[in-house]
């Protein structure tokens, strides 16, 4: 997967939980795992995710039949880290959630406006218009669609660096709120540190 479209998918997730206002990332305060859908020119992401205010668990499928990819993300926000698993070789990877991260709202100024009320895949929903320019000049655009729980359901944006622009989207299915097994957030057992320094 892209740098691009990790970095995208991570600011997909920040714009959508950021309420009208808020000077920094507002997480939904349930927890709840669903099916997501991620489009852009590149590629179809399909992630089956586990939520809780604090932990995130992505598993992601990029790409179809033999030419498909696999990959388990474990962000930790209680603890600024984030794993990279790697299933099939038993090991992991470890990166720091600090500055510099995509998800860190500090580097983004938004403007948001609420479009309305609507229902969307049979759930209450409030429409929201939101414009988020980075400190860096980059530029994303577009709507989102959240239950009163703060849960994305639905984003449509386009993204704009330098003259180029381009499009994702993305759209829950699946949506179950409920508790979620802590273990999801861990390590597995008989799993291997990669360490990338030299």
Known sequence: MSQRIVMIIALTSLVGALPAGAAQRSVPKVEYSADSITQTEEATTQEHIYYTPTRERRETLV??????????????????????????????MEHSMGKGNAKDASQWDYEETIMGDEVLNGMKVTKYKTIATSTDGKKYGGFSWRTKEGISIKTDLLYKEGNEKHRIATELKNLKIGKQDPQLFEIPKGFTKLDMGG
């Open 63 to 92: 790409g179809s039949g033999d030419a498909a990819e696999g990959s388990v993300q474990i962000f930790r926000r209680d603890s600024k880290v984030m794993w990279q698993l790697m299933p099939s070789e038993k090991m992991y």
